[in-house]
């Protein structure tokens, strides 16, 4: 088992799994509702999009997560503008801003003297330097993700299956947007660091995919998530510290395996289940029919 505790004896493995718990905690909650609503998408374009503020803040020394918030805030509130006053349906309004976000922060960092570096940190992140007051943060936007999360629960529910029930119903349909574009934001900012802008989303979703092959409710598919998160932040430490990869695409490619192997899982789950619910004589059936044609022949005569 020595190769399993011994990489937590490091003060920067601990904080680095303490963190990753909290990623995956925020990313289960979010991850879930994205997954439902299918906005993986916008996901994807406020992780690319938060890119310039970034850059900035990396140039000119200013906190980090400051500069990412600030402009994943700001390619936010362009998708809405975009969608409402320049009349473009809602994907074309996200493609445009993602890759106009994108090459303006590459154009910005590329002023860097440590450019490679620098890009690197910032695509592919690096959860072994985080701080105890990164933690600190992220444990307050835990409990700010899961009080809006419960607050909301009713109205995001309703939103999902028929926004026009839901307003007739008096639960806010376009505030249940608002605060989860607002949930995915949060998200996406606070795991930048543990996986960089590339691959936050991998956190976002492969849990929420994982964990919804084996639940029936949105409360046990967000506990299922955070599950399957952390089993990916533990892995990929693991992989990490063993192999010597980086640690951030260790941990999100552990959870994309991790959801390609609770999809076969629950397929053959699903096969069993299915094969002993069969009828006796339907399974003497297709017992017969699967036999060599000798025998049947044979027991025929």
């Not at 011994?6 to 909650?29: H, K, N, Y």
């Amino acid at each position: 088992m020595s190769w399993l505790l011994s990489p937590f004896t490091a003060e920067f493995m601990l904080r680095a799994l303490a963190s990753g718990v909290l990623i995956a905690g925020i990313c289960a909650v979010v991850g879930t509702w994205v997954v439902v609503r299918g906005m993986a998408f916008l996901g994807e374009a406020i992780s690319h999009g938060m890119l310039p503020g970034v850059a900035v803040a990396t140039l000119i020394g200013a906190p980090v997560v400051l500069g990412a918030a600030a402009s994943a805030v700001v390619m936010s509130g362009a998708i809405g503008i975009l969608q409402r006053r320049g009349r473009l349906s809602y994907d074309t309004s996200i493609g445009l801003l993602f890759v106009g976000m994108l090459s303006l922060g590459v154009i910005i960092v590329s002023h860097s003297s440590s450019f490679a570096t620098d890009a690197t940190a910032m695509l592919f992140g690096d959860v072994l330097a985080v701080s105890r007051g990164d933690i600190a943060m992220l444990a307050v936007a835990l409990l700010i993700t899961v009080a809006v999360a419960a607050w909301l629960h009713r109205s995001f529910v309703a939103a999902a299956f028929d926004e026009r029930l839901a307003q007739t119903l008096g639960l806010r349909p376009r505030l249940a947007h608002v605060a989860l574009t607002g949930l995915v934001t949060l998200a996406v900012v606070a795991s930048y660091q543990a996986v960089g802008t590339l691959l936050v989303v991998g956190m976002l979703i492969a849990p929420a995919v994982a964990a919804g092959r084996w639940t029936r409710s949105i409360p046990s598919t967000m506990l299922l998530a955070a599950a399957f998160g952390t089993a990916a932040v533990v892995t990929g430490l693991l992989v990490s510290w063993h192999a010597g990869t980086a640690a951030g695409p260790s941990i999100a490619g552990s959870a994309v395996l991790l959801a390609a192997a609770s999809a076969a899982a629950a397929g053959a789950a699903r096969r069993i289940a299915g094969w002993h619910a069969c009828p006796e004589p339907l399974t003497r059936l297709l017992r017969l029919e699967n036999a060599p044609h000798t025998t049947v022949t044979e027991s025929r005569s």
